[in-house]
């Protein structure tokens, strides 16, 4: 085992380490305030290559993996950005560019990701509805073909950065699910210029990580050609997956780093902060869960470069990415990318919740104030245990698919 940070990636941590310092803490609690877009620090990442770090060399990117991209979002999260170091790559990069580079044509190469790598256009992904929640099998948004032409129409839920968007990735069945042959099978995924007319969309008030608008989508009557299909029709599920494991492993990493950040602002402020006699850093009662947190969560962390890891390394597409059958059974063989991407993601989010936590009790009752970060931290991690994908959900999936137990859903 080589537990060792190459040379190239601990170049890309200080370049992430000294872009956070520039966006400090209170930069951010005033974009959440004010429900701002953090144009500059958008700006900062595509200048120093961030956007493109997965994305060929021929199109402008770095040509990297997904291991060099966490390590990126770690780094951003823990010097200063909290859960926006991972959220704003999570939109462009992980959602929209990296499946384009694995599974796009080389016209649908050319025409986006010269742009996704420099920031010039942003993207976001279109898959969670109302009805459906959690259960993706039962996405109802259908796409039906009329001549030349794809007819598709449905309602998207919780669809973060569309207002921003120049492209989204939309996920679609082509074939009903009472249709299918089988569950997974009918998904398809098209590629959606825009600003679209078919496309309207309306912001949620929600209770954190508004330096982002997350919205609901209608889609009415949006024509799509054939040449705005991403990878092979009614196989989009299987796409799909390349793109899900790496969200788990993102914001994964993410939650690493933004626990670290508050912990790390925990015992500073610990050191100074005087009740008695003594500061009260020196309280066991602060410092055993404070430490134990910290343990914790190097231990997710790496589980979290591992499952990254066995994603660069395992998870091959096939030269052929309009061959449905092939990109099914290629699947099975990087099965253990899902395993650690789930394992990672209920690990390090567990942990995160508990590192902020004891944080936020730090500070006491100023911990609860809007001056002092950790509230934000705490509004921000507990998404995490919502999204992706619920804790729960990703031990279901470590039980049955795992430990091999019997399946306690249909």
């Known amino acids: 085992m080589d537990f060792s940070i190459t040379a190239e990636m601990e170049l890309l941590g200080k370049v992430a380490k000294k872009l956070a310092e520039n966006f400090p803490p209170e930069y951010w609690r005033k974009h959440d305030k004010e429900h701002k877009f953090a144009q500059e620090f958008w700006d900062a990442l595509s200048e120093s290559g961030f956007t493109g770090v997965v994305i060929p060399e021929e199109y402008g990117g770095s040509g990297m993996g997904l291991t060099e991209l966490v390590h990126i979002i770690y780094n951003l999260c823990k010097h200063g950005a909290g859960l926006a170091g991972v959220w704003y790559l999570m939109l462009s990069e992980i959602f929209v560019s990296l499946p384009i580079a694995r599974y796009g044509t080389p016209e649908q190469k050319e025409k986006y990701l010269p742009k996704l790598a420099v920031g010039e256009f942003e993207g976001c992904m279109a898959l969670t509805e109302p009805e459906a929640g959690t259960n993706t099998m039962r996405i109802r948004t259908l796409a039906v073909k009329e001549g030349d032409e794809y007819v598709i129409n449905g309602n998207k839920i ?97 939650a690493i780093g933004t626990a670290e950040l508050a912990i790390n602002k925990a015992v500073e402020y610990s050191k100074g902060r005087r009740v008695f006699q003594d500061p009260i850093g020196s309280y066991q009662a602060l410092q055993h869960p404070l430490a134990e947190a910290y343990a914790s969560l190097n231990g997710a962390k790496l589980l979290t470069y591992k499952a990254a890891w066995l994603y660069d390394t395992l998870h091959k597409p096939p030269e052929d990415v309009k061959d449905g059958e092939g990109i099914r059974k290629k699947s099975y063989e990087y099965k253990e990318v899902g395993d650690y991407a789930n394992m990672a993601k209920a690990v390090a989010v567990e942990n995160a919740i508990r590192a902020i936590y004891w944080a936020m009790q730090v500070y006491g009752g100023y911990g609860y104030t809007l001056d002092m970060d950790v509230e934000r931290w705490w509004r921000e991690i507990n998404l995490l245990r919502l999204a992706p994908i619920t804790q729960q959900m990703a031990l279901n999936y470590i039980a049955s698919n795992i430990l091999g137990m019997p399946k306690s859903y249909r």
Do not use: Q
């Open 158 to 254: 919780f669809i973060s950065g569309i207002d921003r968007a120049d492209v989204m990735v939309l996920v679609t069945r082509t074939t009903p699910l009472e249709e299918a042959k089988k569950r997974t099978y009918g998904f398809t995924l098209f590629l959606v210029d825009l600003p679209n007319s078919s496309v309207s969309f309306t912001p949620i008030e929600k209770h954190g990580i508004n330096y982002s608008n997350t919205c609901e989508v209608l889609i009415k009557d949006l024509r799509l050609g054939e040449e705005n299909i991403l990878g092979p029709k009614d196989y989009g599920w299987y796409v799909l997956l390349d793109i899900l494991n790496p969200e788990r492993i993102g914001f994964a990493m993410g």
